[in-house]
Nanobody, 121 residues
Framework: QVQLVESGGGLVQAGGSLRLSCAAS????????MGWYRQAPGKQRELVAV???????NYADSVKGRFTISRDNTKNTMYLQMNSLKPEDTAIYYC???????????????WGQGTQVTVSS
Protein backbone atom coordinates (compact mmCIF):
# COMPACT_ATOMS: atom_id res chain seq x y z
CA GLN A 1 0.00 0.00 0.00
CA VAL A 2 2.73 2.45 0.95
CA GLN A 3 6.42 2.45 0.17
CA LEU A 4 9.23 4.59 1.57
CA VAL A 5 12.40 4.64 -0.50
CA GLU A 6 15.60 6.22 0.77
CA SER A 7 18.45 7.40 -1.43
CA GLY A 8 21.59 9.50 -1.17
CA GLY A 9 23.75 7.40 1.10
CA GLY A 10 27.37 6.63 0.36
CA LEU A 11 30.98 6.94 1.42
CA VAL A 12 32.34 10.35 2.40
CA GLN A 13 35.38 11.67 4.21
CA ALA A 14 35.10 13.25 7.64
CA GLY A 15 34.00 16.86 7.30
CA GLY A 16 32.09 16.15 4.13
CA SER A 17 28.39 16.34 3.34
CA LEU A 18 25.61 14.08 2.11
CA ARG A 19 21.94 14.64 1.41
CA LEU A 20 19.51 11.83 2.03
CA SER A 21 16.05 11.66 0.48
CA CYS A 22 13.01 9.62 1.43
CA ALA A 23 10.16 9.40 -1.07
CA ALA A 24 6.77 8.05 -0.02
CA SER A 25 4.38 6.54 -2.55
CA UNK A 26 1.18 4.54 -2.60
CA UNK A 27 -2.28 5.01 -1.14
CA UNK A 28 -1.41 8.19 0.75
CA UNK A 29 -4.06 10.62 1.91
CA UNK A 30 -1.71 12.67 4.06
CA UNK A 31 1.56 12.32 5.93
CA UNK A 32 1.84 13.27 9.58
CA UNK A 33 5.24 13.11 11.25
CA MET A 34 8.29 11.99 9.31
CA GLY A 35 11.66 11.17 10.76
CA TRP A 36 15.14 9.84 10.22
CA TYR A 37 16.64 7.13 12.41
CA ARG A 38 20.00 5.39 12.25
CA GLN A 39 21.52 2.16 13.43
CA ALA A 40 25.25 1.64 13.76
CA PRO A 41 26.76 -1.86 13.97
CA GLY A 42 26.17 -3.38 17.38
CA LYS A 43 23.97 -0.52 18.52
CA GLN A 44 20.26 0.12 18.85
CA ARG A 45 18.36 2.19 16.33
CA GLU A 46 18.27 5.82 17.43
CA LEU A 47 16.38 8.94 16.48
CA VAL A 48 18.26 11.43 14.33
CA ALA A 49 15.60 14.02 13.53
CA VAL A 50 11.84 14.37 13.31
CA UNK A 51 9.71 16.80 11.32
CA UNK A 52 6.00 16.91 12.18
CA UNK A 53 3.34 18.06 9.74
CA UNK A 54 3.31 21.21 11.81
CA UNK A 55 5.30 22.25 14.82
CA UNK A 56 8.84 22.17 16.02
CA UNK A 57 11.62 20.12 14.54
CA ASN A 58 13.45 17.78 16.85
CA TYR A 59 17.09 16.70 16.56
CA ALA A 60 19.32 14.34 18.48
CA ASP A 61 21.91 16.30 20.44
CA SER A 62 24.69 14.57 18.52
CA VAL A 63 23.58 16.08 15.20
CA LYS A 64 22.31 19.51 16.22
CA GLY A 65 23.96 22.26 14.19
CA ARG A 66 25.22 19.79 11.58
CA PHE A 67 22.10 18.09 10.17
CA THR A 68 18.96 19.72 8.77
CA ILE A 69 15.69 17.89 8.21
CA SER A 70 13.11 19.19 5.73
CA ARG A 71 10.16 17.97 3.70
CA ASP A 72 8.35 18.77 0.48
CA ASN A 73 4.69 17.89 1.00
CA THR A 74 3.92 18.35 -2.70
CA LYS A 75 6.30 15.49 -3.46
CA ASN A 76 5.71 13.39 -0.31
CA THR A 77 9.46 13.57 0.17
CA MET A 78 11.67 14.20 3.17
CA TYR A 79 15.32 15.19 3.19
CA LEU A 80 18.25 15.12 5.57
CA GLN A 81 21.13 17.44 4.81
CA MET A 82 24.16 16.20 6.68
CA ASN A 83 27.17 18.49 7.00
CA SER A 84 30.44 18.23 8.92
CA LEU A 85 30.09 14.47 8.98
CA LYS A 86 32.03 12.49 11.54
CA PRO A 87 33.08 8.82 11.58
CA GLU A 88 30.59 8.26 14.41
CA ASP A 89 27.79 9.19 12.01
CA THR A 90 28.46 5.94 10.15
CA ALA A 91 25.26 3.88 10.20
CA ILE A 92 22.33 2.67 8.19
CA TYR A 93 19.85 5.53 7.98
CA TYR A 94 16.15 4.73 7.91
CA CYS A 95 13.20 6.97 7.19
CA UNK A 96 9.92 6.64 9.02
CA UNK A 97 6.52 8.16 8.38
CA UNK A 98 3.09 8.11 9.99
CA UNK A 99 0.66 8.12 7.08
CA UNK A 100 -3.08 8.46 6.80
CA UNK A 101 -4.20 6.09 4.06
CA UNK A 102 -6.74 6.77 1.34
CA UNK A 103 -10.22 5.50 2.20
CA UNK A 104 -11.68 4.85 5.63
CA UNK A 105 -9.84 6.66 8.42
CA UNK A 106 -6.73 4.57 9.06
CA UNK A 107 -3.14 5.36 9.86
CA UNK A 108 0.00 3.31 9.35
CA UNK A 109 3.57 3.54 10.59
CA UNK A 110 6.00 2.83 7.75
CA TRP A 111 9.75 2.34 7.40
CA GLY A 112 12.11 2.49 4.47
CA GLN A 113 14.67 -0.19 3.70
CA GLY A 114 17.61 1.92 4.84
CA THR A 115 20.58 3.54 3.16
CA GLN A 116 24.20 3.12 4.25
CA VAL A 117 26.22 6.16 5.25
CA THR A 118 29.92 5.60 5.84
CA VAL A 119 32.22 8.37 7.02
CA SER A 120 35.93 7.69 6.82
CA SER A 121 38.45 9.38 9.08
Amino acid sequence: QVQLVESGGGLVQAGGSLRLSCAASGSIFSINAMGWYRQAPGKQRELVAVIPSGGMLNYADSVKGRFTISRDNTKNTMYLQMNSLKPEDTAIYYCNAVIRLVGPLRYGDYWGQGTQVTVSS
